[in-house]
């Protein structure tokens, strides 16, 4: 409030000084300080638009932007410790799921975790023409090469997908999906386990900040929620 009272106060000055100014001067030099004069009116205008802005970031109260920059649900230690005991039990709870996610993100390969719940929803389609769209939206946007989230796969196991991909089944991803899961078991799970964001959830400590890159744009499971059976949403 204090800083946009400052903001039109030192506004209302500047533009009082200039019209003085503007009184004593003849007309060809005054219409060329005049234009002069607006320019540096719009710098001034702009820096303390600027000042007001940070100044309004840093009022935030503290507690929502701590939530902000960490994005962690409370989980009791009890739990957490149980998504050690497998990757199966990570991945089938919602906040442990969630977890790993972030922990992912944090190593920029969050694609993995993406595709895998893509297929899970998949799986879950019943109606003919929403699993064609979700097939399509699948390997455009994983399994393709140079796909925007490109998913790590064999030759063998992208052939496959590409022979079934004009009429998928439920299961045109299984080999996909369970190629995938097992990368992120043997290697990203086993790393998760070692990691600041683990070891804080076992021990009770309060979730530190990470810092995560900007997502590039992707279907998540999220939004396949939404897909409609409407062909001119993916074309």
């Not at 005991?85 to 694609?111: M, N, Q, V």
Request: aromatic share 12%; with cysteine.
């Amino acid at each position: 409030m204090e800083t946009s009272l400052l903001f039109f106060s030192q506004r209302n000055m500047w533009e009082s000084k200039e019209k003085t100014f503007f009184k004593l001067m003849p007309g060809s030099a005054k219409e060329e300080a005049s234009k002069e004069a607006k320019i540096r009116a719009k710098e001034k205008r702009n820096r303390l638009s600027l000042l007001l802005q940070k100044s309004e970031f840093h009022e935030e109260p503290q507690a929502r932007r701590s939530a902000h920059l960490t994005g962690v649900t409370r989980v009791c230690p009890e739990e957490a410790i149980r998504w050690g005991e497998s990757f199966d039990k990570l991945l089938s709870h919602k906040d442990g799921l969630e977890t790993f996610t972030r922990f992912l993100k944090t190593e920029f390969s969050e694609e993995n975790i993406e595709f895998w719940m893509a297929c899970e929803d998949f799986k879950k389609s019943k109606d003919p023409q929403q699993m064609i769209l979700k097939a399509k939206a699948i390997y455009e946007k994983f399994i393709q090469n140079d796909a925007p989230q490109e998913v790590n796969l064999d030759f063998h196991t992208k052939e496959l997908i590409v022979k079934s991909i004009t009429q998928p089944t439920l299961h045109s991803f299984d080999a996909a999906q369970s190629r995938v899961y097992q990368l992120m078991e043997q290697d990203s799970y086993t790393r998760f386990l070692k990691s600041d964001i683990y070891s804080d959830l076992v021990e009770g400590r309060p979730q530190r900040p990470t810092n995560l890159r900007r997502r590039s744009r992707s279907f998540t499971y999220n939004e396949f929620q939404d897909v409609k059976s409407d062909v001119a949403i993916w074309f």
